[in-house]
């Protein structure tokens, strides 16, 4: 029989994963939508509150500021290499290690910073594996934010599962061919369950001829897709406009891609240009089991993802490509990538910075050069952000015209011992102008040609 | 309503209890927030089945916690209150 507590209301504690009110900033305040369903968080990026020194902002490589950031992916790395039932510690990893790198501003932080980067249940998972005399030093309060989103993950991921598993069954049966992109075919693939890959969206690739088709079925099961979609700037994009359906309390959102790549990225990969046979992800017993990319176009698409305009690279992103590369090391053609797709080896490369190689560096995946580029874990906003920022024109300008050297590296391929100087000068001018015109031409084709679902 | 000893508090459906690392972690999915039970709270919680009037839920842990101290049950019509506020409980 338990121990006759005593009883206090204050000890039925109330936590939130979001805690609005410890931002007192407004500037460049971002709305981040929960991963997994339509609950929103409040984040304020920049100004700290006055009563914390916690600063949730990326780590730059050469300012020696320590921050949330910092924390998790030290995190992310610690819980990689440990595996249970004998979590011990890890050489590198001594409790000196996070007493001496980490206060409590780094811990009070690491929850919000988390649930933006995707890992709120990887580093959940990883606190749990500190030795006790580290997790000693955690506040209850960043470890049950954590233990509590990595439940609602959890939850989340059960919802969305068994929506996959209809769709599929659905699929099958309808005679269109589907492919499970990014997180919905890692989940399994890459992950020990699905649940410590939280994603936004259920992501499918269908021939372009099989959209509507899709879009029949998804609705039949319970998808209700908008008509257009939400930006006008979007024109002849590579996903449908979304669907969503409610499953077990949380909003499960569809995209129908017809292309892999966004029309703002050079390139294709669809159902008819394949580079290599598919995958098979087996998603669990009595499931059904999925199409994915193969290896190949599987990096293509993580690494041009990941690098997509976005204020902070997300972590879940940098993690898949860590991942997998080292998982999945042996079966990658790896001549093949360095000969067509060498932008794939600089962007693993890239991500080395961030978390640091699995493996020895070899020919191919050489050690990257130290210091690195600067903004090591920033990207590029996207231009809608850019547009509405609440800054200047010259400060406009410059988000324009002079991203993060990591980033550009990144986005263009270019390795990094390369200079980016030809990048900056050209390359990265015309892709921007070449953004804007894509825009351009869409609001006018929208005006004058209206395009509803199905007209992509 | 305010919460008193006749009123018949019942589990709002979809809110979930669960024992992570020895503590109960009581979530809701539709809430962006979890809510954390001691032990006691705990088992406050798992008699309110909907049926059971809370005079019943105080003389059931006061026959299994005989040294509970004098207000046990006002500790628990403020727990249950707290619960409700906090929408994990509906109180009829």
């Known amino acids: 029989m338990a121990d006759a507590l005593p009883l206090h209301p204050d000890r039925c504690e109330m936590l939130r994963p979001s805690h609005p009110d410890y931002w007192n900033g407004h500037n460049d305040r971002m709305v981040p939508r929960f991963p997994d369903g339509d609950v929103k968080a409040e984040h304020s990026v920049g100004t700290a509150p006055p009563d914390s020194t916690c600063r949730s902002q990326y780590a730059e490589h050469a300012t020696g500021v320590i921050t949330a950031y910092d924390l998790a992916r030290d995190l992310l790395v610690y819980g990689s290499i ?20 980490y206060g409590s501003g ?54 969305r599962e068994a929506v996959i598993d209809r769709l599929l069954t659905e699929f099958t049966s309808g005679g269109v061919r589907v492919l499970l992109l990014k997180g919905a075919a890692l989940a399994h693939c890459l992950y020990a369950k699905p649940e410590l890959r939280p994603m936004a969206d259920i992501d499918i690739l269908v021939d372009a001829d099989d959209q509507m088709r899709a879009v029949a079925i998804a609705e039949r099961i319970g998808f209700v897709f908008a008509p257009h979609h939400a930006s006008s700037f979007a024109g002849n994009f590579h996903h449908l406009p979304p669907g969503t ?113 699995l493996r020895e560096p070899d020919g191919v995946l050489s050690a990257v050069p130290r210091p690195g580029p600067s903004g090591i874990g920033a990207g590029m906003l996207p231009l809608s952000k850019i547009a509405g920022a609440p800054v200047g024109p010259t400060t406009k300008l410059k988000m324009l015209f002079d991203p993060p050297a990591w980033w550009l590296h990144g986005y263009y391929g270019i390795p990094p011992e390369h200079s980016l100087r030809r990048c900056r000068l050209m390359l990265h001018p015309a892709t921007v102008a070449r953004w804007l015109a894509r825009r351009l031409a869409a609001v006018a084709r929208s005006r004058f040609m209206p395009s509803n679902l199905g007209d992509a | 309503m305010g919460v008193t000893l006749d009123c018949i508090p019942a589990p709002i459906a979809g809110v979930e209890v669960e024992l992570v690392e020895g503590e109960y972690l009581m979530y809701q999915p ?40 004098p207000d046990l049950a006002k500790d628990i019509v403020d727990v249950v209150a707290r619960l409700e506020e906090h929408g994990a409980l509906a109180v009829t």
């Open chain 1, 82 to 101: 440990v595996t249970p039932p004998n979590a011990q510690q890890v050489s590198g990893y001594k409790t000196d290690h996070w007493h001496g790198q």
């Open chain 1, 106 to 159: 780094q811990w009070h932080c690491l929850a919000e910073e988390a649930e933006y980067h995707g890992v709120a249940p990887l580093l959940s998972l990883a606190v749990a594996r500190l030795p006790e005399q580290v997790r000693s030093i955690v506040a209850d309060s960043a470890r049950r934010t954590l233990q509590a989103l990595a439940l609602r993950h959890r939850r989340a991921s059960q919802a």
């Open chain 1, 245 to 357: 359906k409610q499953q077990s309390g949380y909003t499960i959102t569809l995209e129908i891609h017809r292309d892999v790549l966004p029309p703002d990225q050079v390139g294709s990969i669809t159902l008819r240009n394949l580079t290599v046979p598919l995958q098979t992800i087996n998603r669990g017993q009595d499931r059904p089991q999925g199409l994915a990319l193969g290896h190949i176009d599987m990096l293509r698409h993580l690494t041009r993802h990941a690098f997509e305009p976005v204020a902070r690279v997300r972590l879940i992103h940098l993690h898949d490509l860590w991942q997998y590369q080292a998982r999945f090391h042996d079966e990658i053609d790896w001549p093949h990538l360095q000969s067509r797709h060498p932008g794939v080896i600089t962007a693993l490369r890239l991500v080395h910075y961030v978390l640091p190689p």
């Open chain 2, 30 to 69: 539709r809430f962006s927030r979890a809510i954390y039970l001691n032990p006691t709270a705990a088992l406050i919680w798992s008699l309110c089945d909907g049926v059971r009037p809370l005079r019943e839920i105080v003389e059931l842990i006061r026959a299994g916690y005989p040294d509970a101290p």
